[in-house]
């Protein structure tokens, strides 16, 4: 199915977790998928994704061979996610020699 129009009725789901996903989207298609999650969600939205700030050497190779081509920061992720989804909280974290992002959303 096409993430930036699925074939799901409005609000069909109580909560989405979307994973290491954004990445692989630009801003335009990344808007897109992020309101039509807002649009099936009724309850809660939790998107993960890769911070892609490069920082040393062994994270800058480990981003290069991510096949994403739209690592963002940490504020370009935040003003994505953002544009669509009220954000009710966010985090960062680590994964063994790289950060993730989790923003909290309420879709409606």
């Not at 930036?4 to 009725?9: C, E, G, K, S």
């Not at 690592?71 to 003003?79: E, G």
């Amino acid at each position: 199915m096409d993430a930036t129009r699925m074939d799901f009725p409005d609000q069909c789901f109580d909560k989405c977790f979307f994973v290491n996903g954004l990445h692989h989207f630009s801003d335009s298609d990344a808007v897109r998928v992020l309101s039509e999650i807002r649009r099936v969600t009724r309850e809660r939205v939790v998107i993960v994704d890769a911070d892609g700030t490069p920082r040393g050497l062994v994270r800058r190779i480990l981003l290069a061979s991510d096949r994403g081509d739209w690592m963002r920061t940490p504020a370009s992720l935040q003003q994505l996610v953002g544009s669509v989804l009220p954000i009710r909280s966010s985090v960062s974290f680590r994964v063994g020699l790289y950060a993730e992002l989790l923003f909290a959303c309420d879709p409606g």
